[in-house]
T-cell receptor, first 118, second 111 residues
Framework: DTAVSQTPKYLVTQMGNDKSIKCEQNLGHDTMYWYKQDSKKFLKIMFSYNNKELIINETVPNRFSPKSPDKAHLNLHINSLELGDSAVYFC?????????????????FGSGTRLTVV | LAKTTQPISMDSYEGQEVNITCSHNNIATNDYITWYQQFPSQGPRFIIQGYKTKVTNEVASLFIPADRKSSTLSLPRVSLSDTAVYYCLVAAYNQGGKLIFGQGTELSVKP
């Protein structure tokens, strides 16, 4: 069983289109995240949800809208795609948020969705 | 927020011990030091974490000096399958679980 699964794995689309990436975790974790990894391998957090509540919203264009129907799912919808949105998007989940001395929280990443905008 | 600095790339040969050092001069009292490994086409994977002194698990060892301004990840007897990017993180536990990744060290293990 895959702990954190994302679909699709690859996504090629034209500029201006709207697309969604789905993420599901079967670890029973309370918190889920979206990270973006650009061509230079920098990984940066975009959003975080805890029990369906948005708790982290970094400086991300409004064209990106996360949706969490339940604590096991966190989807990412992107409107009006631009060339600069091309990247690998990783979903992740963890047991708890903000707990000091907790260790790695059981942080688990999915295998990524490679988005190419042409 | 503590910033980390580590070498961009390193080369090694199979069977050698590899040490990757990370600087984190502004580490806070409550921060832990965490290392992640990322293989091509995969998400990062937790490998080890420590607060001070030395930590060892089945994958690696982590050495942290008393001032905690740096840390060294040690991989014993690397194999080709250890070729990956290694990220040093200072876990921002007061940031809602957000992980702040630096540029990472691309380790290439050759036969």
């Amino acid at each position: 069983d895959t702990a954190v699964s994302q679909t699709p794995k690859y996504l090629v689309t034209q500029m201006g289109n709207d697309k969604s990436i789905k993420c599901e975790q079967n670890l029973g974790h309370d918190t889920m995240y979206w990270y973006k990894q650009d061509s230079k391998k920098f990984l940066k957090i975009m959003f975080s949800y805890n029990n369906k509540e948005l708790i982290i919203n970094e400086t991300v264009p409004n064209r990106f809208s996360p949706k969490s129907p339940d604590k096991a799912h966190l989807n990412l919808h992107i409107n009006s795609l631009e060339l600069g949105d091309s990247a690998v998007y990783f979903c992740a989940s963890s047991q708890e948020r903000g707990q000091p001395y907790r260790g790695d929280y059981g942080y688990t990443f999915g295998s990524g969705t490679r988005l190419t905008v042409v | 927020l503590a910033k980390t600095t580590q070498p961009i790339s390193m080369d090694s040969y199979e069977g050698q011990e590899v040490n990757i050092t990370c600087s984190h001069n502004n580490i806070a009292t409550n921060d832990y030091i965490t290392w992640y490994q990322q293989f091509p086409s995969q998400g990062p994977r937790f490998i080890i974490q420590g607060y001070k002194t030395k930590v060892t698990n089945e994958v690696a060892s982590l050495f942290i000096p008393a001032d905690r301004k740096s840390s060294t990840l040690s991989l014993p007897r690397v194999s080709l399958s250890d070729t990956a990017v290694y990220y040093c993180l200072v876990a921002a536990y007061n940031q809602g679980g957000k992980l702040i990744f630096g540029q990472g060290t691309e380790l290439s293990v050759k036969p």
